[in-house]
């Protein structure tokens, strides 16, 4: 049977206890397990579904019900939203919407699709994607990427308000999905590739408003951080926590871009992001005066603000001064009660492009657990996890692995992983069935050779040649995952030929789905990884898995559209090698196996 529509006595709880602080539409549509109204399932980011008609006994039995074109190439993320009897489907570059009818054969409705200025492409930095619109208040929220915070009436498609949150020209560009916190639109900025400098804003749901934005490097005052209040491990960050890690005024160029996932606790009132890498690429031009490494605070860490006033509660940096492209920006997974080291805490669980699964405490910011989620990971050997060390909560590096110590222009071979990280964007889930988060994951090293650049308004200021590759002796580059978060320890790994570039989802049925690079749709038993249906799209597929119920019946879904970062060799046409920051080279394989097109696909049972 399909999930009911029935609301829990605790989820009831916390929507009374948060009545002040939560988007009340929001929750209310999220409660209905037929609708899919967040990119990332809920608040918490879990990607979890209640809907349990498609089950492990009978997902082989799967048949495509319908598909969808969107009429665009290029790399399709993120995924459709379903609030009632209506879908919303987004497109890469040029941002189009639709607006879908699931009771009239799935007729569109109506169509937005923004005027943008084409000269944004260049400036993107990693393909063309949009990592999907949100739902709240009768409105649908796209970040357009030109930078436009475009508020659109959910049941005519027409402009409620518009906010330009960043400036093309200097490289800032929009990517993702916006998170809606109570009465706030929260959203990032792109381009840390392009010496842009990271910011946070939040925009007043109403009329499009900017309330307050938090940069992720720079003074105090800049970034909402509190020297007395603001902690880190436990302890105040003190006075220019940012500025006197940085050299003189590099931290005006100092990346941290903020284009990932957002996550919400509403009990605590606090919203939970990462930000990026610093620029350039090249470490030797960040270090200090005197040559040494400095940390470049706040880039590459998560940080905890309260979505009200955009104050910083707390932070936690995982890779201090970064020498391989290891973006924090993937999603903070928000779980209640697990039992780590026999106490139990209400956690963060992040898997960083470094490739360490953390688990922190998300009240403190301390991290409780972090270990490698791919075993071959050899930049650092392990994370310091004890509160009394001088290096609590730092990664013990590996002098041979670090490109600053080798030096500018020499280049560092058989790192992992690679800048594309053990993970990137692409979102893990969780399943309370089996309290194991599924993730997908890139296996994959790379060679990295620093050097000089220059930096000019709207150029890419990288400063680094990227070769990526499989580990040496391993013929895969992908491997979907389970992980216990409690332990830190792999429970089941399953490889994919290619990184597995695609959101999963889990559901109440015990399988979680999945999207390869190569085409494929495939389903899992939750327990133990064992493959029971997969079916071939029409292109390769970095979107997110979703599902949704209408009329009583189950559906999944999921957008194909080869690209992205792992797929740009395709998407635009790159042949060099090291072109794609590294990628194309990497991922040439692809051509063999799939091309581009964009469409959604939805199976449900017969």
């Avoid at 997902?59 to 399709?76: I, Q």
């Avoid at 009768?138 to 990427?145: D, E, N, T, V």
């Avoid at 109440?508 to 494929?520: M, Q, R, S």
């Amino acid at each position: 049977m399909i999930a009911s529509r029935l609301v829990g006595a605790m989820a009831a709880t916390v929507a009374l206890t948060a009545t002040a602080l939560a988007n009340d539409s929001v929750l209310k549509c999220v409660e209905d397990a037929n609708n899919w109204c967040m990119q990332q399932g809920d608040y918490a980011n879990t990607r979890y579904s209640k809907l349990d008609q498609i089950n492990t006994g009978n997902v082989g039995e799967l048949r495509v019900a319908w598909t969808f074109s969107t009429g665009v190439l290029r790399g399709h993320e993120g995924s459709p939203l379903v609030v009632g009897n209506t879908m919303y489907l987004h497109t890469p570059f040029p941002n189009i919407v639709y607006a879908l009818n699931l009771d009239d054969e799935s007729r569109i409705v109506w169509k937005y699709e923004p005027k943008q200025d084409p000269s944004v492409i260049p400036v993107m930095c990693c393909d063309t994607v949009n990592r999907g619109v949100q739902y709240a208040d009768g409105k649908i929220f796209l970040y357009q990427a030109d930078t436009s915070v475009v508020a659109l009436d959910a049941k005519t498609g027409k402009e409620v308000w518009k906010a330009v949150n960043g400036d093309p020209k200097k490289g800032e560009t929009g990517t993702s999905a916006v998170l809606i916190a109570g009465d706030k639109v929260i959203v990032g900025v792109s381009g840390g590739e392009f010496g842009v400098r990271g910011h946070i804003s939040a925009y007043d749901i109403a009329d499009g408003r900017r309330a307050w934005r938090a940069y992720s490097v720079g003074p105090d005052s800049e970034i909402l951080f509190n020297p007395e209040k603001t902690m880190s491990l436990g302890k105040p960050v003190g006075k220019d926590s940012s500025l006197k890690t940085w050299n003189g005024e590099q931290w005006k160029l100092g990346g941290g871009g903020t284009w990932g996932w957002y996550s919400w606790d509403p009990k605590l009132n606090l919203v939970y992001y990462g930000t990026g890498n610093p620029s350039t690429w090249n470490p030797a031009q960040r270090s200090g005066p005197d040559g040494k490494q400095i940390d470049q605070k706040w880039s590459q860490s998560v940080i905890a603000r309260n979505p009200d006033t955009g104050a910083a509660v707390w932070a936690y940096q995982f890779t201090p001064f970064d020498e391989w492209d290891y973006d924090a920006v993937n999603e903070m997974i928000l779980v209640d009660d697990m039992e780590v080291k026999g106490e139990k805490h209400n956690v963060l669980v992040h898997f960083d492009r470094n490739g360490f699964g953390y688990t922190i405490d998300r009240k403190s910011g301390r991290p409780l657990v972090a270990e490698k989620f791919d075993p071959v990971v050899n930049w650092a050997t392990h994370v310091d996890l004890d509160p009394k060390s001088p290096t609590y909560g730092r990664p013990a590096v590996v002098a041979a692995k670090s490109t600053f110590l080798n030096g500018e222009d020499a280049n560092t071979t058989d790192i992992c992983p690679s800048a594309h990280g053990t993970k990137d964007q692409q979102p893990a889930a969780y399943s309370p069935l089996t309290k194991l988060f599924i993730v997908p994951t890139n296996h994959v090293c790379m060679d990295y050779e620093p050097f000089k650049v220059e930096y000019a308004a709207g150029q890419p200021y990288i400063g680094a040649t990227v070769s990526m590759y499989p580990p040496k002796g391993s013929p895969n580059m992908g491997n979907l995952i389970a992980w216990d978060a409690s332990e830190g320890k792999i429970v089941w790994a399953n490889k994919e030929q290619f990184s597995v570039w695609s959101g999963v989802l889990t559901t109440a049925g015990g399988i979680a789905c999945v999207g390869t690079l190569e085409g494929y749709f495939k389903c899992v038993d939750q327990k133990t990884g064992k493959l029971l249906y997969k079916n071939r799209t029409p292109s390769g597929i970095i979107g997110n898995v979703f599902t949704y119920g209408h009329k009583g019946k189950q559906y999944i879904g999921v957008l194909s559209g080869v690209g992205g970062w792992a797929g740009i060799g395709l998407a635009a046409g790159l042949t060099n090698p090291t072109d794609g920051l590294g990628a194309v080279g990497g991922y040439s394989g692809l051509n063999s196996y799939t091309a581009l097109g964009g469409s959604l696909t939805v199976w449900a049972l017969p």
